[in-house]
């Protein structure tokens, strides 16, 4: 397994046994509180541990080398899981909202001391959305960015869950609002699932990069001597990093072993200048309007009593 693949799975890791812990604490505290908005966070939290165990596996399978079956290595496991993250979160938003509803006719004022479940969520899920991002932008892991962006909106419904306590507690005839608040967390949670599916769908359908990474492949090509134009340029992501396609225009009267050659160099360089390019493939076209024109291919002559 790579560095950075290892530091990526590392991260998940911890991820996972942090959700135990939020998760078991905001749902013991919030049945001992009676508040609806702090269990829900609580199952969202549960929710965590999954989606960050299929984040670690995704990145352990994109990290076994490339074999027969999968030249160009195991890399979209890695976006797989991602998908799997945001289909969870979609589903089990939806569970939340419904759990919710059924339970509005149950008119009940929580305790307060449940919301202190949630601000220590907050904090927690704070701190690891800032290091996921940051790590999976690091690496370009798809599936550890998903999981930073899950728990910044665990962030957000814990301060949700807060202020549906608050208000149930402080405000006459508003007891209903934890419940509400409940309800507004499976929404978060619904639209955060989506957000991410749609992302790693886009991907899984070898969507490019965007223009500045282009543009970063085609002046590194370009500083090889020898490497006169890019006619085409292509790049397809495959787990943490992209696989790159590029029509390289050279000397047309070069020989085949110095087109070669220059062919090779832009590899070599595309792959040192930019981390997040795996390989890439060149395809050699003569550089100018147009070729003379061929000669025909010489008759070949018989021998003699043949």
């Not at 046994?17 to 749902?27: D, E, P, R, T």
């Not at 074999?67 to 589903?91: M, W």
Request: proline share 4%; aromatic share 6%.
């Amino acid at each position: 397994m790579a560095a950075t693949e290892r530091l990526a799975a590392r991260v998940a890791l911890i991820g996972v046994a942090a959700s135990v812990a939020l998760a078991v604490i905001k749902v013991a505290v919030g049945l001992a509180g009676n508040s609806v908005a702090v269990v829900s966070d609580g199952m969202e939290s549960a929710a965590d541990i999954v989606t960050s165990s299929l984040v670690w596996l995704g990145l352990w399978i994109a990290s076994k080398p490339a074999d027969r079956d999968h030249p160009y290595g195991h890399g979209r496991f890695e976006i797989l899981a991602g998908l799997g993250v945001g289909t969870l979160l979609a589903a089990v938003g939806a569970g939340i909202c419904v759990g919710s509803v059924v339970q509005l006719n149950d008119k009940h004022v929580p305790d307060l001391f449940a919301a202190y479940a949630s601000g220590l969520s907050i904090a927690v899920h704070g701190m690891f959305a800032a290091v996921k991002m940051r790590v999976g932008r690091r690496v370009q892991s798809t599936a550890l960015t998903a999981d930073a962006w899950h728990d910044a909106v665990d962030v957000l419904s814990g301060c949700v869950a807060i202020s549906a306590v608050f208000l149930a507690v402080f405000v006459s005839g508003m007891s209903a609002a934890d419940h509400y608040g409940g309800f507004v967390i499976g929404l978060i949670v619904i639209f955060l699932g989506v957000r991410v599916a749609r992302e790693t769908a886009l991907q899984l359908t070898d969507q490019m990069p965007d223009d500045e990474q282009m543009q970063q492949i085609r002046s590194s090509a370009m500083r090889v001597p020898g490497a006169l134009a890019i006619e085409k340029c292509f790049a397809r992501k495959t787990g943490l990093r992209y696989h790159v396609d590029l029509h390289l225009e050279v000397d047309p009267y070069l020989t085949v072993l110095e087109s070669h050659q220059i062919a090779h160099e832009v590899q070599l360089r595309v792959k040192t200048d930019l981390g997040w390019v795996a390989d890439v493939l060149v395809h050699v076209e003569p550089h100018g309007a147009r070729l003379p024109e061929a000669r025909p291919p010489a008759k070949l002559k018989r021998p003699a009593g043949g």
